[in-house]
């Protein structure tokens, strides 16, 4: 049992790795083009703390906000995975990033200030 916890704390944190990276990009790209980039300022600033948490680091300065902007980018993923081709390695990825940010939530929810 205590080896499904691991596998899933590692495919977690690499899937949240993975979205910052992708995150990153995008702030990068929008920054260049003169965009607003608030939002996405957020939403990075929200994955890697939902991350520090996966990975047991030290509490957020934020753990309430993080986890509402975390929670805030649920339902756009649930609406696109509905309509990916099921099976398909696009919808595994989604899957995984959804997972990890749900048990970023359930962790942040436990440190709540």
């Given at each position: 049992m205590e080896r499904d916890e691991a596998k899933e704390k590692y495919v977690s944190i690499a899937s949240l790795e993975?979205?910052?990276?992708?995150?990153?990009?995008?702030?990068?790209?929008?920054?260049?083009k003169g965009a607003n980039t608030l939002l996405v300022e957020k939403r990075l600033k929200a994955l890697e703390i939902g991350l520090a948490a996966l990975e047991g680091k030290n509490a957020p300065e934020n753990?309430?906000?993080?986890?509402?902007?975390?929670?805030?980018?649920?339902?756009?993923?649930?609406?696109?995975?509905?309509?990916?081709?099921?099976?398909?390695?696009?919808?595994?990825?989604?899957?995984?990033?959804?997972?990890?940010?749900?048990?970023?939530?359930?962790?942040?929810?436990?440190?709540?200030?």
């Open positions: 993975s979205a910052i990276r992708k995150t990153r990009k995008a702030l990068l790209q929008m920054s260049r753990p309430v906000e993080a986890r509402g902007i975390l929670e805030g980018l649920l339902p756009s993923m649930m609406e696109i995975r509905g309509r990916m081709k099921s099976g398909s390695a696009q919808e595994t990825l989604l899957n995984r990033r959804i997972q990890a940010i749900e048990t970023a939530m359930e962790l942040l929810e436990r440190i709540r200030p």
